[in-house]
């Protein structure tokens, strides 16, 4: 069996990881590997390497993917697609694993329907992949978060100022409460919740009577767009409506792309090992359009289907205790 190999969507710290483990699992097996460049894009261009032992050497503490990554909205097309088939073909790849995102997975769903053996790693810092407690690279993204926030904090405590932190997410506010939980946020705000700047203003100013003279808000991207804010980074217009209403000296700061890069941290690199060791299997034994998570501390397998459709939602519990850690 010849099993391709490739990354798709926003990369993620721990991609690599999964690359090392599904290259080196397959040889094991006596299979295989080949490495499709950028994605989608990489396998209708036929962009495809193969791959050994050596090839994924001295990659497993590096971050981002040493295949790339692309978005390809050819393989959204019928066309595109009859492309990617006739490069499958042409290097006799039987099955395919592909680490990405939902829209990554619906991509490889269609490959299925091809008749490609097809299976999913989730693998993005959003987090928001269902039928999966972890995507790969999360824990490495909400740790760059929180050494941001506790250096903010620093200047923030020391000038007396509000700091407004914007997070990535592009819909999902897992980074945001994670890192509003873990690094003791005055508030978050997400895009699964509606929110009332009001709240926020009176609760700062709360804090301010009671001698907290700094606080830090955490905001996902995704609110952006919000009438209230209409700012290109919401993360300006909340500041801007903060200093307004309070008075209080605001800075804001926008972490964006350096969520995504970084050595991946001890969890990231181990369930990606794990999950790529598992995709291997589950191909070699003739499985297709499964997904691999991580559920209740085990690997876990489910329809790819299923994943795709399943909507992952942030924690209330969470949510609200962060608010009560650090405004009692
Ligand atoms: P993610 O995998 O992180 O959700 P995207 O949504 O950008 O990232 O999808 C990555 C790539 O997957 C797209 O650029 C496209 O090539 C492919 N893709 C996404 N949705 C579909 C679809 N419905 N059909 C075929 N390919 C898709
Ligand atoms: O999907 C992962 C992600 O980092 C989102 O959090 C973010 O909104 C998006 O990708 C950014 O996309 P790009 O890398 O194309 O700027």
């Known amino acids: 069996m010849k099993i391709g190999v490739l990354t798709s969507g926003g990369d993620a710290p721990g991609m690599n990881a999964a690359i090392r483990a599904i290259v080196r699992k397959a040889l ?3 299979c295989k590997v080949y490495g499709i460049k950028r994605g989608y894009s990489g396998l209708i261009k036929g962009e495809i390497v193969p791959m050994n032992s050596r090839t994924v050497g001295d990659i497993l503490q590096r971050g981002g993917t040493i295949l ?3 978005r390809c909205p050819e393989f959204k097309t019928e066309e595109g697609r009859m492309k990617a088939k006739e490069q499958m073909d042409k290097m006799g790849l039987t099955g395919l ?5 939902d829209g990554s997975f619906m991509g490889a769903q269609k490959l299925n329907e091809l008749g490609y053996k097809t299976i999913g790693i989730p693998a993005t810092i959003d987090n928001d992949i269902g039928c999966t407690d972890y995507s790969i690279g999360f824990d490495t993204a909400v740790n760059t978060v929180l050494d941001a926030v506790n250096k903010i904090r620093d200047t923030a405590s020391s000038h007396n100022r509000v ?3 914007e997070v990535m997410g592009k819909n999902a506010g897992f980074i945001a409460v994670g890192a509003a939980l873990a690094g003791g946020a005055e508030a978050v705000l997400v895009p699964e919740i ?4 009001d709240d926020v203003c009176k609760q700062i100013n709360k804090n301010l009577k009671r001698g907290k003279n700094h606080s830090i808000i955490i905001v996902a991207e995704g609110l952006m767009g919000d009438p209230l804010f209409n700012e290109q980074c919401c993360g300006f217009g909340i500041a801007k409506y903060i200093e307004e209403k309070t008075g209080a000296d605001t800075r804001v700061t926008v972490l964006g792309h350096i969520q995504r890069g970084g050595t991946p941290t001890f969890f990231d ?3 990606a090992t794990l999950m790529g060791a598992k995709a291997v299997d589950l191909i070699l034994s003739g499985q ?3 997904m691999v998570g991580y559920v209740d501390n085990k690997i876990a397998v489910y329809d790819m289907e299923e994943a795709i459709r399943t909507k992952k939602t942030i924690s209330m519990e969470e949510l609200e205790l962060a608010n009560i850690m650090s405004n009692i």
């Open 68 to 70: 790339k990554s692309a």
């Open 163 to 165: 700091y407004v932190i």
């Open 97 to 101: 694993i592909v680490l990405g995102g």
């Open 288 to 290: 297709s359009a499964k």
């Open 269 to 271: 690199r181990k369930i």
């Open 194 to 197: 509606p929110h009332n700047m």
């Open 28 to 30: 094991y097996h006596d």
